[in-house]
Structure formats: C-alpha cells, structure tokens
C-alpha cells in the first residue's frame, strides 16, 4: 500500500483529528486509542481533506513553511498514516 | 500511604464510566465484582455529567461507557450528548443486548464514537450457554447495524476453554460481520473469572494452537482489521504493565461514584476508595490515598524493588498480587522471579487437571442470586 500521487487523500471518518488543549497537541483518536502528532504531521494531515493530491500538499507546505525539498519527508509520512488507516484514497 | 510524595503526577487520559452494574447477560467471566449486589446505588445524569466535565478538563479525552451493560441507562444519549460537547472521544462497550437501530441513530447523533460488540463465541449454541441468555442472532444483527450507520467498530471475544477451539469461526465471524478491530481477550482471572478459573482456563497447548492461528489471520488481513490481542497472563513470564501505571493514565468510576485507578481495586483492603459524590475529580486524583498509594516505586517490597525491569511493568497488577498471594505489595505472582510464581503453575495444572478429567463442577454465572450468596 503507498500513496497514488494523482489521487486526493482524505482523512478517515473512522478517526478524529483533534487539537488538545491539555496536552498542547493534535493528536489522532480511534476506538479506544489516541496518536499523539507533532506539528508538522498534524499540519500534513490537516491537508488530507479529499481536495488535495500529494503534489498539491507538499507545495501548499512548502509555500507555507517557506521550505523546499520537503517531498520525501511528506511521503515518508503519508505512506504510514495510510498503513495505519488514518488516511484513505478512493 | 505508601505512594512517594515528590512525584511528577500525569493527568488522567482515559476515563471509564461504569454506569451500572444492571446487565441481562450472565457472563462467568464478567469482570465486575463479585458482590456487585451490596452497590445498588447509581449516579444521577447530573453526577455524571459533572465527572465527564471535570476529567475532560484535567485532561481525559478516551471516554468509555461501560457497565455491567450501558444500554439499561436511560440517560445514555444525554450523556454522550455531554461527552461529545466537551470534545471525549465516546465509545460504548456493550454486549448488544437491548440494542436497536433506532437507539444506534439517536446515539449516533448525539456524538457517539465508537460501539464495541461483545460475542461470547461463533455459534449460537455457545454464546446462548456463555451469556446465559439467548443472544447470538440478535447480537450479530446489532454488529451489522453498527457497521450500516457508519460507526468503526470492535468486536469483542472473550477466549476461553469453552470457545478457544472455535477460534477460525471466530475470525471468520469477524470478517463476515465488518469488525474494524477484533480484540481477542484472553480471560483475566479476577472475580468471577477467578471463581471459575478451572473451568475457563484453556491448556497451554491450546492457547498455543489458537494464538498461531489468530497470528497468520493477523498477518492475511493487515490493513483491513485490526487485531487487539490480550495475552494471558498466566503463560507468560513477566507481568503486564498494569494500568500503564498507578494513577497515571486510567480513572474508573464506578456505578455507585466510587473512584477507582483499576476497575478491580475494590478488592484492596484499606485503600479507602474515595466517592466522586464527596469530592472533585481533581482532588480525588492528585490528593486522594487511593490514587497515590501505589503511586511511583516507594512502596516496593523484594524482587520488584531492585529489579532493572520495574519501570517496564511496574511490579505487575496489585489486584491479582493481593488476589493469587494475600499481599498487595508483592510482586505479580505471574513474574517468574516472584516467590509466589507456583501459584500459578499450581493454578495452570488444576485447571489441566479439571480439563483432562472432564470436570463435573458446574460454571457460577455472574447474577445476582449468585452475587447475593457470595457477597
Ligand atoms: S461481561 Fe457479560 S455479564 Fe458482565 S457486564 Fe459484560 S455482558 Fe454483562
Ligand atoms: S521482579 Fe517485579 S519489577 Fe521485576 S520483572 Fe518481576 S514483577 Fe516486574
């Protein structure tokens, strides 16, 4: 399973991406567990909303963050929110 | 107190309400106590609702509504209204019974998260026998259910000798009904399990064939299902990391407001179990004697106390130490360093024992006739 670079990815209804203020984290919440995020991955997923492909993310983040080369880093991560069901494509 | 006093205290993460100890089923395994009779008091909607409010805002976002069977509540539905306005992640954990479509939408729309779906076996013969109630149709009807509203779900098997051998149906019945996550849950010998724990506990050999045969379908349907595999304890060789920590992450209240760091702690002598119908959450947390006494590793006896692993597993459970050996400071006598180790063996070979000799003892189902006698 990896990520189809012309395919929008969006986040699964199966989970709750959700900002804690107790915790000063995103984290992701599913049936009797939590992951917590650090603020780039939250950043990543807050992007999978069905309208965006991986391209469209990493130049959105790369815009924002004033960065480049953030491609594989993305991937990297997009590729295991995917294994573990976070994210989904059609 | 045996708790440390200089100790960085966490706040709660997970909060399980036990809102009634009430349940149609009979399960002999079930893991409330087993004088459940003497606390027949509820919290009111109101209590309830100021202890979601006052967990969430030390920090607890896992809620989960649980019982004996949660669905008796008539205040359910408001309460994960509540749940889900001060931001929980809500998820019910119920045996199905009593369950209808129309209460899976009107939960649904209150915010409700998550159902998990206990089954007690993959025939109907078995789980009518297990739950002490004809059950098996209408459960699977609720998991499709649960599934058609969109809702992730668990289901929930509780393995033992009696259904260990039905493990591929088991999986295949998880398949057929859509399960997200299928927790296997080895028993855990506490209270009633304890009570019929010859007659529960499956041989080693069992186990075996069962947990390679729940390993490969794992393997065949990884990204599809997700397995929560609960081990049993007795065959291994080191404890589980009970609670993840005394009074560092779990909070249970139960029925009748008793705030407890395990669902088992009732059982500990003098602990002196405070009630949320006293006082705040907050206090009961970070000030209470219940919540600091086996707080950090002061109170550590021998092996625990110099042994280079006690950070991984805390010294094991306090519940089944004081349970299987009589001392609550001692180690988890499924620790093979612990001086109670055989204990266990003891228990393993009795319960092999009653197996291999077909034993006639009936099971004790978890009711209260039987509760009230053994109270
Ligand atoms: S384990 Fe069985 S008897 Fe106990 S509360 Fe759950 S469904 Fe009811
Ligand atoms: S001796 Fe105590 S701390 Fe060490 S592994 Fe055994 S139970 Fe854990």
New interface residues.
Partial sequence: MTINPDQPLKFSPLHRLQWEEAQQKFVILYPEGMVELNLSSAEILKLCDGAHNLGQIVSELEQKFAASGLTNDITAFLDIALKNGWIQQP | MAGSNNLKIT?P?WLLAELTYACPLQCPYCSNPVDYSNYPSELSTEDWKRVLSEARK??A??L?FSGGEPLTRKDLAELVRHARGL?Y?S?LITSGYGMTEEKIVELKEAGL??I?VSIQASTQELNDHIAGTASFEHKKKVAHLVKKH?Y???LCVVIHRENIHQMPEILAMAEELGA??LELANTQYYGWAHMNRDLLMPTKEQFEQAEAIAQAFKEKVA?KM?I?YVVPDYYENRPKACMNGWGTTFLTIAPDGMALPCHEARVLPGLDCPNVRDSSIERIWNESKAFNFFRGDDWMKEPCRSCDEKHKDHGGCRCQAYLLSGDMYAADPVCSKSPDHHLIDEAIASARNSALTADEKPLIFRNSKNSRQLA
């Fill in positions: 706040p993460r030390m920090g976002v896992q989960g931001g992640y998820n998260d998550h998990q969109g992730p779900m668990v997200d996550y990204g997700k929560y």
